[in-house]
């Protein structure tokens, strides 16, 4: 099995694809401008207590408040609230743990009045990235994610990812990490750790702890609140960080400084994958080119066909999310109804699994498979089912099928669902149900490259359109419409075709590839 990763870097974003055996799984939108990821850290304002909720009401500079509940704060939160208090006053500043009295741990069954206050400075971390008209979901009990750790102050346990099956390997991590970690720090050994040595750790270690305690020593009686005190890395990065395995057969990426930055990353955690990072020189976009486009277009609309004419039903409401599973025209006449069904219902499990990671889709989701009556089949499916969410890397929990044929999942919802519109806009008629005469679409075009031509300073410009139109401009050897209108207007002129333009879209680029606006 081959995973590759596809990086598409635009201006405004970043599209990060990961492909596996060139089949879309998962799709991450990065905005440039994120603000508030899960992972941040801040010094933040408490402005508000709520008992009635036990939880409060925070400040972290996003246009709505950030909810903080009590049971979020962590057993050690007296701790961290001194602490913080201690690295605001710097003569009395005591920023290694190892040397910091802790607090004892706060009341499991406490009120929010007995630890917080209206105005109150604290450390908080994004737990839940602000979903539709709800601000962050925040916790207290801080966590700092590296390749092969996680480091948790004010904490002493170590534990290892379940996914780590052998005894004697987990028996290994655990006490190696036990001889190495400072005191009053937790620690949790991640799937990558497998294997690993304790040089790779003892590294990893160091950084994480002289990271945490480095945010603190920058924090002062004056630091503006609220402010950022430790960030997350770029989500291009931690997709990068957290998806690397052994697996991976590329990382392709469109932008040199990006492709630089993840070369650098990889060649410190591991230096023999550091060729599998590669640069997209080709003038074909680098989604096109490796058919994530057309992947997306097919698997984000209302309706997914997935074998053979059997497809799914999507339907998102705000409290759950309902797929329906329709056989469509797959009927085989050599077996019988139940079977049909168990067949259809199997690779239906496959393609939801996928559509879970692919529009993150979290909450409850409401399964509705096709009836069946033999218990046996029924466990195969919910087998299935099963080990297809094993590989989601999100925590999400099963319930065997009801006896409706009903299915219920939930899974961890940390970011806004992934929502990509796949019905356009009629390219012909814009949406007014009204065309303008096609025969003069040529004419257009030539229009436009005289403008520019008289007025853009570029040696060159570039025409993308559809492929249908490019092969009609570009008819012809020794004369065709394009070399004619180079001549004629005194600047070349190519035309590319570009396959997810619609029938009648084009767009004029300059010798530096931007786009020029008409």
């Not at 698997?299 to 066909?305: A, C, P, R």
């Amino acid at each position: 099995m081959n995973n590759d990763l596809i990086i598409d870097v635009k201006s405004k974003e970043v599209a990060i694809a990961l492909l596996r055996d060139k089949e879309l799984v998962e799709l991450n939108n990065e905005k440039n401008n994120i603000q508030f990821t899960v992972g941040d850290i801040y010094l933040a304002n408490v402005k508000k207590t709520m008992p009635s909720l036990n939880a409060a009401f925070v400040d972290v500079g996003y246009e709505k408040d950030a909810f903080l509940h009590y049971l979020d704060l962590g057993p050690q939160f007296q701790s961290l609230n001194k602490y913080l208090d201690q690295c605001l006053n710097p003569k009395n500043a005591v920023f290694e743990l190892s040397k910091f009295k802790t607090m004892p741990d706060i009341d499991k069954a406490g009120k929010i009045n007995d630890v917080l206050k209206g105005g109150q400075k604290i450390i908080v971390q994004i737990a839940k990235e602000p979903i539709s008209t709800k601000g962050p979901r925040l916790t207290s009990e801080i966590s700092i994610a590296g390749r092969n750790l996680v480091l948790m102050p004010f904490s002493n346990k170590v534990s290892v990812s379940q996914k780590i099956k052998s005894v004697e390997e987990r028996n290994r991590l655990l006490n190696l990490i036990k001889s190495i970690k400072p005191a009053k720090y937790g620690v949790i050994i991640r799937t990558v750790a497998e294997g690993k040595r304790v040089a790779d750790f003892d590294a990893e270690l160091r950084e994480l702890v002289d990271k945490w305690e480095n945010a603190f020593k920058n924090l002062t009686e004056k630091s503006p609140v609220p402010s950022l005190a430790i960030g997350e890395l770029n989500r291009t990065a931690a997709i990068v960080r957290d998806m690397m395995n052994e697996s991976f057969n590329s990382i392709v990426v469109n932008d040199e400084t990006i492709y630089k930055d993840i070369k650098g990353y990889i060649y410190e955690i591991a230096p023999e994958k550091e060729k599998i990072v590669k640069l997209h020189k080709e003038k074909t976009p680098i989604f096109d080119f490796y058919g994530i486009e057309k992947q997306i277009k097919g698997l984000f609309g209302k309706t997914v066909v997935f074998k053979h004419g059997a497809y799914l039903v999507i339907e998102h409401t705000e409290a759950l999310h309902v797929i329906d599973v329709n056989s469509g025209n797959r009927n085989k006449k050599d077996v019988d109804q139940e079977t049909n069904a168990l067949e259809v219902n199997l690779a239906a499990a496959d393609e939801i699994a996928r559509q879970l990671r692919l529009r993150d889709m979290g909450g409850i989701i409401v399964v509705d498979f096709i009836d069946m009556t033999s218990p046996e089949n029924r466990k195969k499916l919910y087998e299935r089912m099963r080990d297809n969410l094993k590989l989601d890397r999100a925590k999400n929990h099963l319930l065997p099928l009801s006896k409706f044929g009903i299915m219920e999942i939930t899974r961890q919802r940390v970011r806004p669902e992934m929502n990509i519109k796949t019905r356009e806009t009629c390219p012909v008629c814009k949406g007014s149900g009204e065309v303008e005469a096609t025969i003069l679409f040529i004419d257009e075009l030539e229009t436009h490259f005289k403008y520019l031509s008289e007025t853009i300073n570029s040696k060159k410009l570039t025409l993308k359109v559809h492929p249908f139109i490019e092969a009609f401009l570009n008819k012809g050897f020794f004369s065709n419409i394009r070399k004619t209108w180079s001549k004629k207007y005194k600047r070349k002129l190519l035309v590319e075709g570009v396959t997810n333009y619609h029938f009648l879209e084009f767009h004029f680029f300059d010798d530096k590839n931007e786009k020029i606006v008409l």
